[in-house]
């Protein structure tokens, strides 16, 4: 069952790829965008300079902390601003997605951005509930730092706030994850029963979450690790087997990574659904 | 010392500092003279034959170079130390032994003395400057730590001959007045020392140690012990010299000889200046290692039951050398990186500058936890830093050994005043320490080096220094600076920067004749700024102070840039094609800022022909015109990167080709993170 619902999402993924190319060319250009004015403003610092050469063959930091300490390159607000914006367009279309998925077919646009729309606020809301969440997990990190610095310090054993930092991480990385399938479970139930009250919905996930929490949690970090394999295994290619001044193969590799993260995450929703309609739909008809 | 260790290891560096410090002339110790002005150099008094602790008249070139002879060093005093360490209350219980020797020609009743542990307390004129401005390891604004509280207490204070005068210390402040700095006192003696006299003090003290804070302190059961006992002024230039300790300074202190005797745990492992001979085991489970050294001025050591005591040797023209690198637990993979690079920069600096006289070096590796005490330097012992992680291609090990060894040249032999002229020390040294990484790692990747990703150390010394190029001359005493960031910056980063563009002018054979000139001729005395200044110009054969006035005792800013390159028809009014083949071709060049150098520009023409010009840099601009068949494409000022001070080099060149490669390649890592940043947000929704 937990092998199908994972290969079933990958399927659903694959039907509703539009979905995925879609969402990596707002991605893309809405970065490309973001970025313009930063490298439009290094242009005009050493875009008629031999000094930037440096740049091509190699990668000198010296060249480059040296260009951003001109006053004329852009701080890069645009660049910060980017993923907020993108935040703010996956609610819009959130929606969306998962009501294609549910549907298994293509929705047309108007009835696309209806379902975002339709589940924007609740969207929202689930969010501010799962920031509510995660800031005591963000003062126990911190907490938890803390007390790794002063073992790194303290302690005769050099590893040992490492090893303290390292296993809290992963630890903390997990409980994200769990954090995040709980909320996701409560977007596939809002979307499912289209109810309105988002803490019914929260309540509801986190008692099938908890309840399913092998399978559920399976499907959704077996996605997960196999993301980050792929970061890894193209950053170690990248890093050993792609010269410098290859800058068309870099950012072919860079762009297949991005759309690789993005497909896993479509491919958790897809999954997310796929178990939804199996495990309790065919108990709870709707 | 090293300035890097807080930003470990990934050190684009320095220091956040906020407020300036006022400082009020010294006025209460008329016997002391702290040198007050902020000078541009001066020629120093003529010395007087009788004053050996002042620099001697310069000896020719060609006379100093044969083999040193024992002493090398005019020995003015004699330290007996015996000192036993309690680990559990991390104090030290010493008798001192000092003898001192008249050489000043004249009668001297007063001497001041070094407390220096006193200034880890919280109304310390070194704690004030820390808390306003920062230092290495900690912030500006920081709060007062109890575990760094450190003091250091004279029990008793008696002169030989002439009795106890404990009840007549008396705490001085000859820089700023803090009537609450206990980092300097001074006796008066009841009889004058006549010239050319010994007079011997008998000191009993008690040391607190702090925890681990620049430089020094315990950290667990780890021990650097330095600047730890009192240690008497200099008397140089006819005054005695005896600064309070400060935020920014370092040390100054006359040469002799040290026989000290440290008492710790039986399971400890010492190291120490100087050689070790005898060890003697005590019956209350204690052991005392006896230590010595002589034609040195400062003594350190240090102490943990952890070390792993690694042995090498190295032979250069002096003879042998006893190398000891004291490893802490989960540092062995650097172990070779260390030895690397100490024998790499004692092999540099023998054949560069002159012989290390001396039979031993010992390298201390702090534990985790530890590295504030790591990246000093004493004679015959410095302290690195590493930690259990260091990528190979990160070389900050390595960067730290190099310029900790070669203060052993300028510091431990060349001892300059440290308070006064840091520049002479740190900033020579840096630009050594540039010098010795580049021919070892190879230049441009001398500081990091991993996967294509490279910097190199001079570099980075270039940015510190355009950090903050002109706010303080390097001349300026070394607590005087507006704040650390800028002591910093301009006493390492712009001396370094400021002698590689000198190699520039002179050429590197020159400056290497020169530095080398300078060690022989002052190793083993106190030389001063207008003493290196004047070395230079005489090995180069020219009058060098149009540059030494605006780079070292100015703050002149250099910048040229390309304004614009141009080519149009001769005949530009003849519609285009028409008239003919030649263009005139213009290149303007723009002074930027108030420093004046002779610059070349390189002009490229789009036939491939290549014309170099000539400029004294002295007008505001200058523009060099060509009447050719040919098309200007691009101009290149400094084409051979000579003159490391320009503050820009990007405006340096200019093309008429868009060169579009790097903004590229930027431009799509930029998009990169940025696009990932975004996915990784929005996992949020
Ligand atoms: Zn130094």
């Known amino acids: 069952m937990r092998t199908r619902a994972a290969s079933a999402g990958f399927g659903l993924l694959l039907r509703r790829q539009y979905l995925l190319w879609w969402i990596f060319a707002v991605n893309f250009v809405l970065a490309a965008l973001a970025t313009l004015p930063t490298a439009l403003s290094m242009a005009g610092v050493m875009g008629h300079s031999l000094y930037s050469n440096r740049l091509v063959t190699g990668f000198d930091v010296g060249v480059l902390i040296e260009l951003l300490m001109r006053p004329q390159v852009n701080g890069g607000t645009t660049l910060a601003l980017f993923p907020l914006v993108f935040l703010v367009f996956m609610l819009l279309v959130e929606g969306g997605i998962l009501v294609s998925y549910r549907q298994d077919r293509r929705l047309g646009t108007g009835e ?31 907490a938890l730092s803390n007390w790794s610095d002063r073992l790194s310090s303290n ?91 290859h800058m068309g193969l870099s950012f072919l590799l860079g762009q297949f990574v991005l759309l690789f993260w993005l497909a896993a995450r479509l491919w958790q929703r897809a999954g997310e659904t796929v178990w939804y309609e199996r495990r309790i739909e065919t108990v709870l008809p709707n | 010392m090293r300035r890097s260790s807080r930003s470990y290891p990934m050190r684009f560096r320095y220091f956040i500092s906020l407020a300036s410090m006022a400082l009020v ?48 060093s005019v020995r003015v005093v004699a330290y007996e130390i015996n000192a036993k360490l309690d680990p559990k209350k991390k104090t030290i219980d010493a008798t001192e032994t000092l003898r001192y020797h008249n050489l000043t020609g004249q009668p001297l009743d007063t001497f001041p003395f070094h407390l220096y542990l006193n200034a880890f307390q919280p109304q310390s004129t070194f704690m004030t400057e820390v808390h306003q401005m920062g230092t290495r390891g900690t912030d500006s604004g920081s709060g007062w730590n109890p575990a760094h509280y450190g003091a250091i207490t004279v029990k008793s204070f008696a002169i030989e ?25 001074q006796v008066k003696l009841p009889k004058p020392v006549a010239p050319n006299d010994w007079v011997t003090f008998q000191i009993a003290f008690h040391d607190q140690l702090p925890e681990v804070m620049e430089r020094t302190g315990y950290k667990r059961d780890f021990f650097m012990v330095g600047q730890w006992f009192p240690k008497v002024g200099v008397w140089w230039h006819g005054a005695w010299n005896c600064h309070q300790f400060h935020a920014n300074t370092e040390f100054f202190a006359d040469f002799g000889t040290y026989d000290v005797h440290i008492t710790v745990p039986v399971n400890y492992i010492t190291g120490a200046v100087g ?78 500058y002159g012989p290390y006289p001396y039979d031993t070096i010992t390298v201390v590796d702090p534990p985790n936890g530890a590295l504030d005490a790591g990246g000093m330097e004493y004679p015959t012992l410095i302290t690195a830093g590493t930690s259990w992680w260091m990528p190979k291609g990160v070389l900050e090990p390595e960067v730290v050994v190099v310029h900790e060894f070669g203060h052993q040249y300028w510091y431990g032999m060349v001892a300059t005043n440290e308070f006064e002229d840091a520049w002479l020390d740190e900033g020579i040294n840096t630009y050594s320490e540039v010098k010795v990484m580049d021919a070892l790692y190879g230049p441009g990747r001398s500081a990091l080096n991993i996967h294509g990703l490279t910097a190199s150390d001079g570099e980075e010394q270039r940015l510190s220094y355009l950090s903050l190029p002109d706010t303080d001359p390097l001349t300026r005493f070394a607590w005087q600076y507006m704040n650390s960031q800028a002591y910093g910056a301009v006493t390492y980063g712009k001396t370094a920067t400021m002698l ?129 068949p040919d098309q200007v494409i691009s101009a290149e000022i400094d084409p051979e990167h000579k003159i490391w001070l320009d503050r820009n080099f990007f405006n340096n060149s200019r093309t008429t080709d868009f060169q579009g490669l790097a903004v590229g390649k930027l431009a799509v890592y930029y998009q990169i993170l940025d696009q990932w940043a975004a996915q990784l947000v929005a996992w949020l929704s």
Not at chain 2, 31 to 41: D, F, G, I, W, Y
Not at chain 2, 174 to 181: C, E, I, K, T, Y
Not at chain 2, 305 to 313: I, L
Request: with cysteine.
């Open chain 1, 112 to 142: 696309f951005f209806g379902a975002g729309g339709k589940f924007f606020w609740r969207f929202v809301r689930l969010m501010v509930c799962m920031l509510a969440v995660l800031v005591p997990l963000f003062f126990a990190w911190g």
């Open chain 1, 155 to 245: 302690s005769p054993n050099p590893y040992a706030g490492f090893q303290l930092e390292l296993s809290g991480g992963v630890i903390f990385l997990l409980v994200f994850l769990a954090l995040r399938l709980w909320f996701d479970m409560a977007q596939v139930r809002l979307v499912a029963t289209e109810e309105r009250s988002v803490l019914r919905a929260l309540r509801w996930a986190l008692g099938t979450t908890l309840r399913s929490f092998g399978s559920l949690y399976w499907l959704f970090l077996r996605i997960s690790l196999t993301s980050w394999i792929v970061l890894v295994v193209v950053v170690w290619i990248w890093m050993n087997f792609v010269p410098h001044e």
């Open chain 2, 25 to 72: 002339a010294a006025a209460a110790a008329p016997s002391l003279t702290a040198k007050r002005q902020a000078r541009p150099e001066t020629a120093k008094p003529a010395p007087k034959a009788a004053e050996p602790s002042q620099a001697p008249s310069p000896p020719p070139a060609q006379s100093i170079s044969g083999p040193l002879t024992r002493p090398f």
């Open chain 2, 161 to 185: 001959g002439m009795g106890d005068i404990t009840s007549q210390i008396q705490f001085i402040h000859p820089d700023d007045q803090n009537v609450n700095d206990r980092t300097v006192f």
């Open chain 2, 275 to 352: 050689d070790k001979v005898s060890t003697t085991r005590n019956p209350d489970g204690t052991k005392t290692v006896t230590y010595q050294a002589a034609d040195i001025h400062d003594f350190s050591w240090t102490a943990s039951p952890r070390f792993h005591d690694v042995e090498d040797s190295w032979t250069g023209s002096a003879g042998l050398v006893h190398i000891h690198l004291l490893m802490s637990p989960g540092h062995e993979s650097t172990t070779n990186r260390y030895l690397h690079a100490l024998k790499g920069a004692l092999s540099y600096f023998d054949k560069t």
């Open chain 2, 500 to 628: 590689l563009t000198l190699e520039g002018v002179i050429g590197e054979q020159t400056m290497q004749r020169a530095m080398r000139t300078y060690f022989l001729r002052y190793r083993f005395s106190h030389p001063t700024g207008a003493d290196f200044l004047n070395t230079l110009n005489e090995v180069a054969g020219q009058n060098l102070s149009w540059y030494f006035d605006q780079a070292v005792s100015g703050t002149n800013i250099l910048d040229y840039e390309v304004l614009s390159i141009r080519s149009s028809g001769v005949k530009w009014w003849e519609p285009r094609g028409k008239g003919g083949t030649l263009y005139d071709d213009t290149v303007l060049i723009h002074r930027k800022g108030d420093f004046v150098f002779p610059i070349q520009v390189r002009v490229r023409f789009d036939d491939g022909k290549i014309v170099n010009a000539q400029w004294d840099g002295r007008d505001r601009w200058i523009r060099f015109s060509y009447v050719r």
